[in-house]
């Protein structure tokens, strides 16, 4: 997205459409009435349209609904045909055009991404409304694609990733229904799902009033218009509102979830992440960069060069929904080694906040935006991007001069960041996962991810 | 110190570089030139004048399968000899820096700026001088190799299984070693076997080195030309890799494996085509085959085995080039609930054969054919793609194909010369099958 954005700032065009101006966000607004981001792409070799649109959500904070069904919705749609052509048949076009339809769902919010090379629309996106508008609920495929889930569900049990992450969300957002949407480990409430739950799920989120659409490609505007009208048309007016309201539980704490068949430990350090200005999430990404890229990066540095405990660690942020943001490191180290790394992690740490250096900044930010540059000029990214835009509370808006990019993120910004608003290593939520509890004698010990909430 | 002034200097230093660079860069077209120095086997370089900074890869063509000692010895002398690039000057101003290891190749690379280009070069030359490393840090790498280990394979049931599977499948060739080794081989490394090993294999008459940037030919081959060498070995190592003569098999086992949670079936095809006129003209069919075999294409595998019959609850094909002519088809399936594991085996080797006896139906191969061609464009030259291409040839001891000449191929290829390609399947080849079954 940022190649497109960082040059331009938003232009508005509500009128009749002119010539498209090349890789400039647009907002447009259909002949229907729906808001549209487009971007017109003009260049050599770049022949893909991509569309997302969203809905908004409150599945997942409604405690009677069942948690299960936005995944089995989502799965059902993306495996069925049409009405006029089995699903073998949408998956030999969509494969032979070099396209893709999908249906996804998120804590906040439902939506539909699919791309085509533009001299393939009249095949794709009749193909598209069709699934869209008169989705095929076949008993048959949903049989199949629960099946699909409940190995899913079996596979990822054991899996010692699966279960720290587990153990984390138990902790932080308690027994409530988001948790149960995002760790989707609850078999019983799969079984429990049926193909009528599915179909109040589609009726009560694809409506003919998205929250967010986005359209990038070369396509005009007036094309992009005429395809959403189309795609909307027909269907129904919903007033569903978007929730995103979740008590969170950040407080510091060390967990340790016995595996007994673990084969090795893994380690995670969580903290609460949320910024009021968008701009600090530039500077959070580059301190993120800065404390655990590298060997020679405070983190690695302490617990490879220094502790020879881990091959390495990684860091990066994650978002449970719109109103959550944490950051987290994670790594796999000698079981031995489980007191003494935490120890050290949290001196790296508190001495990183204290005074945050990090060698050849203007570097790493230049790496860094140039590497957000690359996944910018991907067609379907870019969509995503805008789509993203238009949901994220904290987005830069279309009144803003400009959009704030990487690039102008500068070393105060991110040493304040880091000094001011990152959590104490006290405050850390750190959760370990392996065969041998006595590794981690003061943790909170569970046997279950579950269990975590025990904790609190 | 004035760091202002520093920074001052520091600027015009970059600036008075960058426009010498650019001075003797005006007879160098863009694109990767293949130069003659010694005393490395090849250099490239890929003249980029729009790359953010300028990468340095250099890759002995010597990797697991080259080893004659302890399984993934290889991969601990890479940890060592790329600790020595991870100190160097440059290195340490936050430049990004990484190594691997391969069947056939051992890599090492980092990324530079201008005025770091001379001792990037220089750092990663090093990794063919004398093991000297610490033998502290060395026995303390071992346990940094086991965590790796852990990461990568450590919690996967199966790894172990299909390292034999690989071994029966290749008839015991080198190839089948495991890159990262096992556990106990790991605990069994020293410093005195790595560097017993390293002196035998980072030979750089034996290395390519790749450097990508805004380039010229002359100032790089001046450059080289000037660094600091190893004296080259007193004989060359050798060793011998390739796979013999395909003996027909067929190899059935059911295995009950500890913490695996679900049924697999691991389904192995390797087979000798002897139709193709080049090694580039066997890369070519061998995509538009696969474009069909493992997609809902007529003639591949995806809408028997998942619509029609509702045998397989998933599955992942991958068909390619093993070594000169032997091709594999590799399939990992699981079967849906009231399947059992033969009746998928079955199936699986049911349709591939249909599909090498009766060969593709032509609208499949027009589209797999186009399919292929979208993704291997020559225009617009896309350096990245070209670089990927270059880099894993070298790596798997292939020879360099560019882009543009596998898309010319591609244009040449007949659905007569893949249907050809497919029949081989049915001549001499080795059938592995494991039915993976989780233990009570």
Redesign the interface.
């Known amino acids: 997205m940022f190649r497109y954005l960082i040059a331009f700032s938003t232009l508005i065009f509500l009128g009749a459409c002119q010539s498209d101006p090349n890789s400039v966000v647009q907002d447009i607004i259909s002949d229907d009435g729906h808001a549209i981001k487009h971007m017109y792409v003009d260049e050599?070799?770049v022949t893909d349209i991509s569309v997302v649109i969203s809905w908004p959500s409150n599945w997942s904070y409604d405690d009677a609904k069942n948690q299960a069904v936005p995944y089995l919705g989502a799965s059902l749609f993306n495996s069925v045909g049409t009405a006029a052509m089995?699903?073998?048949d949408v998956?030999?076009l969509l494969?032979?055009k070099?396209s893709r339809i999908g249906f996804f769902n998120t804590a906040d919010y439902v939506g539909i991404e699919f791309e085509f090379p533009n001299n393939y629309e009249n095949d794709i996106v009749p193909v598209v409304q069709a699934k869209l508008k008169d989705p095929q609920f076949d008993p048959r495929w949903f049989k199949?694609v629960k099946?699909?889930l409940r190995?899913y569900q079996?596979?990822t049990?054991?899996?010692?990733y699966a279960q720290t992450y587990r153990a984390v969300r138990y902790f932080i957002l308690g027994e409530g229904p988001l948790q149960r949407n995002l760790s989707f480990d609850n078999t019983n409430e799969l079984e429990r799902a049926t193909l009528d739950d599915v179909k109040s799920w589609y009726a009560s989120h694809f409506s003919s009033k998205p929250m967010a659409i986005s359209v990038v490609g070369p396509i005009s505007s007036k094309n992009a218009k005429t395809l959403v009208d189309d795609l909307l048309r027909g269907l129904p007016e919903i007033a569903t509102v978007a929730s995103n309201k979740v008590d969170t539980n950040f407080e510091g704490t060390q967990i340790y979830v016995h595996q007994p068949?673990?084969?090795?430990t893994v380690l995670t350090f969580i903290g609460d992440n949320w910024v009021s200005d968008y701009r600090d999430k530039y500077a959070d990404l580059l301190a993120l960069r800065g404390f655990s890229q590298?060997?020679?990066s405070p983190l690695n540095k302490a617990i490879?060069n220094e502790l020879?405990?881990?091959?390495g660690f990684s860091a990066d942020g994650f978002r449970y929904n719109t109103s959550t943001r944490a950051f987290y490191f994670v790594?796999?180290?000698?079981g031995a080694k489980l007191a003494e790394t935490i120890d050290v992690v949290k001196m790296a740490y508190d001495a990183f906040k204290a005074d945050p250096e990090?060698?050849?900044f203007a570097?790493?930010r230049?790496?860094t935006s140039?590497e957000a540059a690359d996944q910018g000029a991907y067609i379907d990214a870019t969509a995503r991007s805008l789509n993203w835009i238009q949901i994220d509370p904290l987005a830069p808006t279309p009144d803003d001069d400009n959009y704030f990019y990487i690039d102008e993120t500068d070393f105060d910004r991110v040493k304040n960041r880091i000094k001011l608003d990152w959590p104490d290593a006290n405050d850390l939520v750190i959760v370990a996962t392996g065969p041998n509890p006595t590794d981690l004698s003061n943790a909170c010990v569970v046997s279950d991810a579950r269990d975590a909430l025990g904790c609190r | 110190m004035n760091f202002r002034y520093l920074t001052v200097f520091t600027f015009l230093g970059v600036l008075i570089a960058g426009l010498w660079f650019h001075s003797q860069n005006q007879h160098t077209p863009q694109g990767i030139h293949k130069l003659d120095v010694a005393p490395f086997d090849a250099v490239y370089i890929v003249n980029d004048d729009d790359f953010?900074?300028y990468q340095v890869d250099l890759i002995y063509r010597s990797g697991e399968a080259h080893n004659d000692s302890l399984d993934g010895l290889p991969h601990y002398i890479e940890h060592l000899a790329a600790d020595r690039v991870?100190k160097s000057t440059s290195?340490?101003?936050?430049?990004?820096?990484n190594a691997w290891t391969s069947g056939t190749g051992t890599g090492y690379w980092q990324?530079a700026?201008i005025n770091q280009l001379r001792d990037t070069i220089q750092a990663l030359v090093n990794t063919a001088m004398p093991l000297d490393s610490d033998p502290e840090f060395a026995k303390?790498?071992i346990?940094?190799?086991?965590?790796?280990y852990?990461?990568r394979l450590?919690?996967d049931p199966l790894h172990l299984h299909r390292n034999a599977g690989m071994a029966v499948l290749l008839q015991d060739a080198a190839l089948a070693r495991p890159v990262i080794g096992t556990k106990s081989s790991i605990e069994q490394f020293s410093l005195e076997a790595a560097q017993a090993l390293h002196a035998k294999t980072h030979d750089l008459s034996n290395a390519v080195l790749i450097i990508r940037g805004a380039l010229d030919e002359t100032s790089i081959t001046q450059l080289l030309q000037n660094l600091d060498y190893p004296p080259s070995p007193a004989s060359k190592f050798h060793r011998d890799i390739s796979i013999p003569a395909l003996m027909p098999i067929r190899d059935v086992a059911q295995i009950d494996v500890d913490?695996l949670?679900?049924r697999i079936l691991h389904f192995d095809w390797l087979y000798q085509v002897d139709v193709c006129d080049s090694a580039l003209d066997c890369e070519a069919r061998n995509l538009i085959a696969a474009k069909v075999l493992f997609?809902?294409?007529a003639g591949g595998l995806?809408?028997p085995l998942q619509?029609?019959e509702?045998v397989a609850?998933?599955f992942e094909g991958y068909q390619y080039l093993m070594w000169d002519t032997a091709f594999a088809v590799t399939i990992y399936a699981?079967p849906?609930?009231d399947v059992s594991l033969d009746t998928l085996a079955d199936r699986i080797e049911t349709h591939l054969r249909a599909t090498a006896e009766n060969g593709l139906p032509k609208a499949s191969f027009d589209?797999a054919k186009a399919?292929a061609l979208?993704d291997y464009?020559p225009?617009?030259f896309d350096t990245d793609d070209e670089v990927a291409r270059l880099t894993t040839a070298i790596s798997y001891a292939n020879d360099y194909r560019s882009i543009s000449a596998l898309h010319t191929q591609l244009e040449n290829t007949t659905l007569d010369d893949v249907n050809a390609y497919l029949r081989s399947m049915l001549g001499s080849s080795r059938i592995v099958i494991r039915k993976y079954m989780p233990a009570e």
């Open positions: 050599t070799g089995p699903p073998q998956a030999s494969s032979d070099n199949k099946s699909d190995t079996t596979n049990r054991k899996d010692i068949d673990a084969e090795k590298g060997l020679d490879r020879r405990a881990s091959y790594g796999e180290i000698e990090i060698p050849e570097a790493l230049d790496r140039e | 953010f900074d991870a290195a340490q101003q936050n430049r990004h820096s990324s700026t303390t790498e346990d940094i190799v086991l965590r790796e852990d990461e450590g919690g913490k949670d679900q997609s809902t294409r995806t809408t619509y029609d509702f609850n998933g699981s849906e609930p589209a399919d979208a464009t225009v617009p």
